[in-house]
């Protein structure tokens, strides 16, 4: 491509008031008219950010297609200001829903990565409470991990970890994907409690499609499974990668990922 993703400068929006401010670094490509005035909406996973190889891909295939690709960074991550330690699921969320407030997208193609996953089913949710909101088309999520704090970090928690979150309120552990340890905090913990969002029926309203690797050793493929029992009876697809990692950052991972997201985008827009 002739121009890369990665080269549009963000622009900086203020979420927040007083000492809770941060500045979101958001990149915007705007929408086409007509049948293609949909927006993709990238929801990047804990400690990644919107110039990892799927974000970028998604930029793509939007500027390919004449769609609108959004794209921002949580704060602490990337180039968006805050602290990562203050980071929690309910403060992300809200810069989730800010930028799209912001941005004002015609209609949007959530696409969710890992936590971004469960960023994006609370995103339909907070949506749906309103009497008017942006339509959404379609939903992609790719190793989700909705409630990852409560069924996949807490239950698996060493009396080592529990301690250093009573004494310290946080702990590390190493990372797979970066020199530097994952840190999580009690605060974002004892949040993740409140955003659960396997309690129930998730209503989404929209067609979903789940791509997940069956070597996934972050989010086991199980987990899945599970979310696909609390959809409702919309058309939701879910596709097992035998060979696939948590990532799903392959060549022929990426490929499927745009494929789905093209299909939602402009073949399955309500």
């Not at 500045?23 to 996973?45: E, H, M, P, T």
Request: aromatic share 6%; net charge negative; glycine share 8%.
């Amino acid at each position: 491509m002739s121009e890369t993703a990665t080269a549009i400068q963000p622009t900086f929006l203020p979420v927040g008031t007083g000492e809770n401010e941060r500045q979101i670094a958001v990149v915007q490509r705007g929408a086409g008219k007509g049948a293609r005035n949909v927006s993709f909406v990238w929801l990047s996973g804990y400690r990644s950010d919107m110039s990892g190889a799927k974000a970028v891909e998604l930029d793509a295939l939007a500027a390919r297609l004449g769609l609108g690709c959004i794209r921002f960074d949580y704060s602490g991550h990337g180039q968006s200001g805050g602290k990562f330690t203050n980071g929690t699921i309910s403060r992300w969320l809200e810069e989730a829903l800010a930028v799209i407030d912001h941005t004002k997208p015609k209609k949007i193609v959530l696409v969710g990565s890992s936590m971004g996953g469960w960023i994006a089913l609370r995103v339909i949710q907070e949506l749906r409470k309103r009497k008017k909101a942006v339509p959404v088309a379609g939903l992609v999520l790719i190793a989700p991990a909705p409630d990852f704090t409560v069924d996949l970090i807490e239950p698996n928690l060493s009396d080592v970890e529990r301690q250093s979150l009573e004494e310290r309120g946080y702990f590390e552990e190493p990372s797979e994907y970066s020199p530097e340890p994952n840190i999580f905090t009690r605060a974002l913990i004892e949040d993740g409690r409140a955003n659960r969002v396997l309690t129930g029926i998730v209503e989404t309203g929209c067609p979903v499609h789940i791509l997940q690797g069956m070597q996934d050793a972050d989010v086991p493929f199980a987990h899945s499974l599970k979310l696909v029992e609390h959809l409702p009876a919309d058309d939701v697809v879910l596709t097992l990668v035998r060979d696939g990692d948590h990532r799903l950052s392959r060549p022929q991972d990426l490929e499927r990922m745009l494929d789905v997201a093209e299909a939602l985008a402009l073949h399955n827009t309500p």
